[in-house]
T-cell receptor, first 115, second 115 residues
Framework: DAGVIQSPRHEVTEMGQEVTLRCKPI?????LFWYRQTMMRGLELLIY????????DSGMPEDRFSAKMPNASFSTLKIQPSEPRDSAVYFC?????????????FGAGTRLSVL | AQSVTQLDSQVPVFEEAPVELRCNYS??????LFWYVQYPNQGLQLLLK??????LVKGINGFEAEFNKSQTSFHLRKPSVHISDTAEYFC?????????????FGSGTRLLVRP
């Protein structure tokens, strides 16, 4: 299996622009997670899906952030408009297990720089 | 609220020396515990997990961890480290929060192995 695939690996954009991050989970995994990693705040859960349905989006920082999962093999995280404070590494992870056991498989991440 | 504390932000150690990375968690209910490793410019990889059973858990790359319920700790150990073990290590707990399970990460410990 190719693992969780994220694209792009790096994204540089200007403040105010729309940014879309993409994720392909491992086939057969029912859960998909989006995280943000910064030096100041560490690793934060933004949102997670179960069977393509958003379950908990309480970690989404504000309305500028949105996430979708139109099918079992694809998810997007969109920031519109982007701001410099959104600069971070964004990780997607998927999990085959019941949520309690939470064994997650992470993608390589997208490093976002908003200028 | 559930939390994970990794007291050491960085641990320098010489090659072939033993190492212990400390992790304490706060939880009043049963939890599942994990250690993840993040190599530079990569996503997190599962190192080992404690779900139930024996309190001594063995993982990949010669690492092991011991679950201590009375001390609410899950320290990671390796008897002899290699240069290639240089990475960031994250302790995480899966706990029930607001009616759903979430994976709560510690702030990470950077292991720096010197020749």
């Amino acid at each position: 299996d190719a693992g969780v695939i994220q694209s792009p690996r790096h994204e540089v954009t200007e403040m105010g622009q729309e940014v879309t991050l993409r994720c392909k989970p491992i086939s057969g995994h029912d859960y998909l997670f989006w995280y943000r990693q910064t030096m100041m705040r560490g690793l934060e859960l933004l949102i997670y899906f179960n069977n393509n349905v958003p379950i908990d989006d309480s970690g989404m920082p504000e309305d500028r952030f949105s996430a979708k999962m139109p099918n079992a093999s694809f998810s997007t995280l969109k920031i519109q408009p982007s701001e410099p404070r959104d600069s971070a590494v964004y990780f997607c992870a998927s999990s085959p297990e019941s949520l309690a056991k939470n064994i997650q498989y992470f993608g390589a991440g997208t490093r976002l720089s908003v200028l | 609220a559930q939390s994970v504390t990794q007291l050491d932000s960085q641990v320098p150690v010489f090659e072939e020396a033993p190492v212990e990375l400390r992790c304490n968690y706060s939880s009043s209910v049963s939890v599942y515990l994990f250690w993840y490793v993040q190599y530079p410019n990569q996503g997190l990889q599962l190192l080992l997990k404690y779900l139930s059973g024996s309190t001594l858990v063995k993982g990949i790359n010669g690492f092991e961890a011991e679950f201590n319920k009375s001390q609410t700790s899950f320290h990671l150990r390796k008897p002899s480290v290699h240069i290639s073990d240089t990475a960031e290590y994250f302790c995480a707990v899966s706990a029930l929060m607001d009616s759903s399970y979430k994976l709560i990460f510690g702030s990470g410990t950077r292991l720096l192995v010197r020749p």
